[in-house]
Nanobody
Framework: VQLQASGGGLVQAGASLTLSCTAPGSPFSRVVMGWYRQAPGKERELVAR???????NYPDSLKGRFTISRDSAANAVHLQMDSLKPEDTAVYHC????????????????WGKGTLVTVSS
């Protein structure tokens, strides 16, 4: 499934930005959605993930500044980013991963082309 990400742009340090991502089709079942980012010359980094029941996870380095939310009926996920820093500059990709009833990861079912976030100092 091709996910559509939007909301990126150029902002100054300290600003806020909200990214959105949607997937077409019927509402997902047992699917975790989230965001990765990749800065030039760096490895891909998990930014946030949220399960179907709304449980969210973040790396310790981003807790308190980033907030993920989800509209499961619309297959949509949003990322509120506050107090942005130049090191947050990256291409942000959304994803959707399928899990079985026991919580075991099955496969990636969706990946977005990404939206560029640039934070100037």
């Amino acid at each position: 499934v091709q996910l559509q990400a939007s909301g990126g742009g150029l902002v100054q340090a300290g600003a806020s930005l909200t990214l959105s991502c949607t997937a077409p089709g019927s509402p997902f079942s047992r699917v975790v959605m989230g965001w990765y980012r990749q800065a030039p010359g760096k490895e891909r980094e998990l930014v946030a993930r949220i399960s179907a029941d709304g449980s969210a996870n973040y790396p310790d380095s981003l807790k308190g500044r980033f907030t993920i939310s989800r509209d499961s009926a619309a297959n949509a996920v949003h990322l509120q980013m506050d107090s942005l820093k130049p090191e947050d500059t990256a291409v942000y990709h959304c994803f959707a991963d399928k899990y079985d009833r026991s919580g075991t990861y099955l496969e990636e079912i969706g990946w977005g082309k990404g939206t560029l976030v640039t934070v100037s100092s």
